[in-house]
């Protein structure tokens, strides 16, 4: 049997051996290096030595589509991805380069081969593809899949058990129903609610006391702990308050926030740590009154870019937040000094967001159209990405102004409608996915009111039924 089994593996392997094979002669690295030949020649960095920003976006994108080439021709997974490159005007010489002789193309890089990805670049610059046509494409390769079909081998054998309970988690999620789901869970939901609603009253009253005898504008639980865990921290906190009045003064007319860290959050609020005591709060006060300051050079040294804080910003302290702006002030005022803005850049950014993070942060453009910025981003790649992605940001801040006032009016309508006791979103579900979901869920209200009633739903990207009765259901439920 043990031979059996080596035999097949054996015969599997060189299966897919010999299919990696062809596909990676699909076009080879010399058939795609003169395929983009002309590419190169409009958008090579050199080319841009008057334009530093121009330059600079080159350089980058060339970067990640080497990569992305890279991993198509290796048959590693690529994950999709959009450049943005200027390409020399075919009008110019090869030593020249006028203002305004060249344009900005953006690439998207999602397709699956290579020969497919080839013809999407030179098509997006308006470039010839006669080479790679002429090219004659490989015999029909059906594209491998990470599932092993068990019909040539004995499936029962141990050496196969993951890759069978895999295919069952899969079989099994792709088949999931929100009325059959619901069907089955909302009982258990319901008797779990109704066993945590003593804890949710005492919750209550515990943090109405805590308000009214410390001046508390209110008290957040900030921390991935269910209610239980709340009510121990508000009785340990309400001990603490007992024995250690004198330090209590801090709190008055402040949110008190139970999370991971200690120390004093952007807004003000006070953050406690259930392991840790109320200390140096004096402190980050003062810094916390120096950020506007520090936010103000920012948005000065940009051209009056707006900096601001997303709704779902990571937590951090009042003191990390001073040092990241005065990092950036300082990189972004250097920058400007030595090189100056691009002349294409509007007079103003008045109308655009930024959002500072920390260094481990992304560079991102966010789907409300804010530009996430790290602390340590250096400033040519700023610019840079500012320079190609106004657009964007513009197109997404619009869109994001008018949804936030549909997606408000959805969430109270489903609420109603169905009854909900409560109705909220994990933080990486957008305003078009609760949109989506939120129309979905009213177009089919009457059929779902009755499982739905008095439950309390969160909106995420799986199934679940948490210990303290919330039920999770992913944005794109299938009923």
């Not at 899969?170 to 929100?178: F, N, V, Y």
């Not at 308050?241 to 209590?248: C, L």
């Not at 619009?398 to 609420?415: D, P, Q, T």
């Not at 009213?442 to 439950?455: F, K, R, T, W, Y």
């Amino acid at each position: 049997m043990e031979k059996l089994c080596n035999l097949s593996l054996l015969e599997l392997h060189r299966g897919a051996a010999t299919s990696l094979a062809l596909l990676c002669r699909y076009l080879s690295t010399a058939e795609v290096s003169t395929a983009l030949r002309p590419f190169y020649f409009s958008v090579h960095p050199d080319l841009f030595g008057q334009y530093p920003a121009e330059r600079t976006v080159n350089e980058n994108s060339l970067k990640q589509l080497s990569s992305y080439l890279e991993n198509l021709q290796q048959n590693r997974p690529s994950r999709p991805t959009r450049v943005t490159f200027y390409l020399r005007s075919q009008a110019c010489t090869d030593t020249t380069l006028l203002k305004g002789a060249f344009r900005q193309v953006k690439i998207s890089l999602a397709q699956r081969d290579v020969r497919k990805t080839v013809l999407s670049i030179l098509q997006s610059c308006d470039l010839s593809t006669t080479y790679v046509d002429n090219i004659a494409p490989p015999l029909n390769i059906s594209r491998l899949n990470n599932e092993i079909k068990f019909s040539k081998f004995n499936e029962n054998h141990p050496i196969y058990s993951s890759e069978r309970m895999k295919a069952k988690i899969k079989r099994t999620k792709d088949a999931e129903q929100l009325r059959d789901w619901l069907s089955k869970n909302v009982s258990d939901a319901r008797k779990k609610l109704l066993a945590c609603q003593p804890v949710r009253d005492e919750i209550y009253r515990l943090e109405k006391k805590l308000c009214d005898s410390l001046g508390l504008h209110k008290v957040v639980w900030d921390c991935g702990w269910n209610v239980t865990h709340f009510r121990g921290c508000l009785i340990s906190f309400q001990s603490l308050a007992t024995h250690h009045p004198d330090n209590m003064h801090v709190l008055q007319g402040r949110t008190l926030m139970f999370g991971n860290d200690t120390g004093v959050s952007l807004d003000g609020a006070v953050m406690l740590s259930s392991g840790e005591f109320l200390k140096n709060v004096h402190k980050q006060d003062a810094a916390l009154l120096r950020i506007p300051a520090f936010e103000r050079a920012v948005s000065q040294v940009l051209r009056n870019i707006q900096v601001v804080r997303r709704k779902f910003q990571p937590k951090v302290m009042a003191n990390i937040y001073e040092n990241h702006l005065r990092r950036l002030t300082t990189s972004l005022s250097d920058y400007q000094g030595q090189r100056g803005y691009p002349k294409q850049w509007p007079q103003s950014l008045d109308h655009f967001e930024l959002v500072v993070e920390t260094e481990a942060g992304p560079l991102m453009v966010s789907p409300t159209g804010q530009f996430i910025v790290p602390a340590s981003c250096p400033a040519f790649l700023l610019v840079a990405f500012i320079t190609s992605n106004l657009d964007q940001a513009t197109e997404r801040l619009l869109h994001y102004k008018s949804n936030k006032h549909v997606e408000r009016s959805l969430h109270a309508r489903c609420v109603s409608q169905l009854g909900l006791s409560a109705l909220q979103k994990d933080d990486n579900i957008t305003p078009d996915l609760m949109i989506a979901f939120c129309e979905r869920l009213i177009a089919h209200s009457d059929e779902l009111a009755p499982l739905l009633s008095g439950v309390r739903l969160w909106v995420t990207h799986y199934y679940s039924v948490l210990s303290d009765g919330d039920m999770c259901v992913p944005w794109n439920w299938k009923l």
